[in-house]
């Protein structure tokens, strides 16, 4: 239960704010508007406050909770079932970790770059009608 909760809690602290961070910078030097880490956090801050940087926090909390139980408990179980050593039990847990994590990270991403901001489910809904269940998945080999 600590694994999970550790989880949601590096969500809320690191993963939402500077995953929004970086989201909007990149935004910004596409349009050619000033960019960097102070004109970002005040662009956010400016036009929608504190909530700008939690935009896609409910799968972000998710994708990190679902993660490190994946690779912490799932390391653990492959050195004692399978007897192998930290590098091979922690290869095996965080490519198991990444196929359970990709789809919500791509909804996240999905709900962090969109303007009209959707709920979760008209997201998830909206991704699912685009290209199925490989909408999810899409570009995977990047993160593995």
Same mark, same amino acid.
């Given at each position: =239960?600590? &694994?999970?909760?550790?989880?949601?809690?590096?969500?809320?602290?690191?993963?939402? #704010?500077?995953?929004?961070?970086?989201?909007? $910078?990149?935004? /910004?030097?596409?349009?050619? %508007? @000033?960019?960097?880490?102070?004109?970002?956090?005040?662009?956010?801050?400016?036009?929608?406050?504190?909530?700008?940087?939690?935009?896609?926090?409910? @799968? /972000?909390?998710?994708?990190?909770?679902?993660? &490190?139980?994946?690779? !912490?408990?799932?390391?653990?179980?492959?050195?004692?079932?399978?007897?192998?050593?930290?590098?091979?039990?922690?290869?095996?847990?965080?490519?198991?970790?990444?196929?359970?994590?990709? #789809? +919500?990270? &791509? /909804?996240?991403?999905?709900?962090?770059?969109?303007? #009209?901001?959707?709920?979760?489910?008209?997201?998830? %809904?909206? =991704?699912?009608?685009? $290209?199925? +269940?490989?909408? !999810?998945?899409?570009? !995977?080999?990047?993160?593995?």
């Amino acid at each position: =239960m600590a &694994t999970f909760s550790s989880g949601i809690l590096a969500a809320m602290m690191v993963s939402a #704010p500077v995953g929004n961070s970086i989201v909007k $910078d990149l935004r /910004l030097k596409s349009e050619k %508007k @000033p960019a960097g880490s102070i004109n970002t956090v005040r662009y956010i801050y400016n036009t929608q406050g504190w909530r700008g940087f939690y935009i896609g926090l409910s @799968p /972000l909390m998710l994708r990190e909770a679902i993660y &490190t139980w994946a690779v !912490f408990s799932g390391k653990g179980s492959f050195q004692k079932r399978f007897g192998w050593n930290d590098a091979q039990a922690s290869i095996a847990a965080g490519s198991i970790a990444t196929l359970f994590s990709q #789809p +919500i990270d &791509t /909804l996240a991403t999905h709900m962090q770059n969109r303007v #009209p901001r959707r709920s979760m489910w008209d997201c998830i %809904k909206m =991704m699912y009608a685009e $290209d199925s +269940i490989g909408r !999810f998945y899409r570009r !995977f080999y990047f993160r593995w």
